[in-house]
């Protein structure tokens, strides 16, 4: 498969206007207007920093929320802009528009080195449809194309392969290695484990599978286990379960599969109890793998040499993170080749500080569990095209 056009090959930049796709869609205090967790702005900031030493023209295209093609207001972009300024310790206006008059005016003022920043691209409509219309007009404010955007590659949209058609485009340093470490996960060091947890199981099905072929070990935890703990008769009382699950029942026969050996579940008083999968009752919900399923994962942890993991085990904005923290820590002090992805995933491991004990974090989700299962992104194909 032919290789990516890298950022760092595209010669002289010098003046060269660069439309630069980043994902800052970031947790946001809407009241304070301030960005509360930074981390998909800090990993932008190699290909940025590349792109002012070159003095080039940065003309950064982003995006946050859903707003549908409509102007959200709690969905600005200047909180971020503000943010990414303080960062590089240099002013990053941010237009009013996406590609009106404010956005035209601000593209027209930047500086060699400098950096601007266009409004919430998903305010128009024919981002997430993919429009030609507003691919050419984000295509006139820049001389080539960089996308730096792995976590929203996944998406056939306008900033993501549709103006690959009409500039000279390069990924960025991030987008580099986002394909570079997850490529690891495509042909693991045996013995390999494989965590896998979330919701949804007709979108982790494929994943599922593939990885039945090519890991030793596959661990289903998070609401994705209680699919297979109704396939199997058991009670899962009010827990979240997926509405489509077709073919479950043949995952269950796999030697390789393994599901939680006890769960916490919350009763009807609000108490927690531990049991086994079994025994959960008619009106309980289950929020956690127990600690015997916490045990069996520290053995097989302890004898992997690679180690991929999706997804927290628990609820964890709802308060119920032991598992998933214990694991971490479990990970952090293997000698295992570590790749993991998730938001919560991420979010647990930076809480206990143990970013520099994994091999590579990845900052996205779905176009993480996509490119797993497919091996390539729309955002991708769009570059090599």
């Avoid at 760092?8 to 439309?19: E, F, I």
């Avoid at 500086?111 to 030609?132: A, I, K, P, T």
């Amino acid at each position: 498969m032919r290789a990516l056009p890298d950022i760092r090959d595209a010669g002289d930049l010098k003046g060269k206007r660069v439309l630069l796709r980043t994902d800052f869609d970031v947790l946001i205090d809407t009241k304070k207007k301030i960005v509360l967790d930074d981390l998909r702005i800090q990993t932008s900031l190699a290909t940025i920093n590349y792109l002012r030493e070159q003095e080039a023209k940065i003309i950064i295209v982003s995006h946050a929320g859903r707003p549908k093609g409509k102007v959200v207001e709690t969905m600005r972009l200047a909180p971020v802009a503000s943010r990414l300024a303080e960062l590089l310790k240099t002013q990053v206006p941010c237009a009013a528009d996406v590609t009106g008059v404010s956005a035209e005016e601000i593209v027209s003022s930047v500086e060699l080195g400098g950096v601007v920043m266009l409004e919430n691209v998903r305010f128009e409509e024919g981002e997430l449809e993919n429009g030609s219309e507003l691919a050419k007009a984000l295509a006139k404010f820049g001389d080539l194309y960089v996308n730096d955007a792995f976590a929203d590659s996944h998406r056939k949209h306008a900033s993501i392969v549709g103006i690959p058609k009409l500039l000279p485009h390069y990924a960025g340093i991030q987008f580099l290695k986002e394909v570079e470490g997850l490529s690891k996960a495509l042909e693991p060091e045996h013995p390999a484990l494989a965590l896998l947890s979330g919701a949804k199981f007709e979108t982790k099905s494929p994943l599922i599978r593939k990885f039945l072929k090519t890991y030793d070990t596959v661990f289903v935890g998070g609401a994705l286990a209680n699919d297979f703990f109704k396939a199997q008769g058991y009670e899962v009382g009010r827990s979240v379960i997926s509405d489509e699950v077709a073919g479950i029942e043949d995952l269950l026969l796999e030697q390789k599969l393994l599901l939680p050996a006890d769960v916490i579940v919350e009763t009807t008083d609000g108490t927690r109890e531990e049991r086994e999968p079994r025994l959960v009752g008619n009106n309980e919900i289950i929020f956690d793998a127990g600690k015997e399923t916490v045990a069996v994962l520290k053995e097989k942890i302890a004898d992997a040499k690679f180690i991929l993991w999706n997804g927290p085990f628990g609820v964890y904005e709802k308060g119920f993170t032991e598992s998933t923290e214990e694991v971490a820590r479990m990970i952090a002090q293997s000698d295992a080749v570590s790749v993991v992805g998730g938001g919560d995933t991420i979010a647990a491991i930076a809480k206990l500080k143990l970013e520099d004990k994994f091999t590579f974090l990845s900052t996205a989700g779905g176009a993480m569990l996509e490119f797993l299962a497919k091996g390539t992104l729309p955002g991708i194909d769009a570059l090599r095209s």
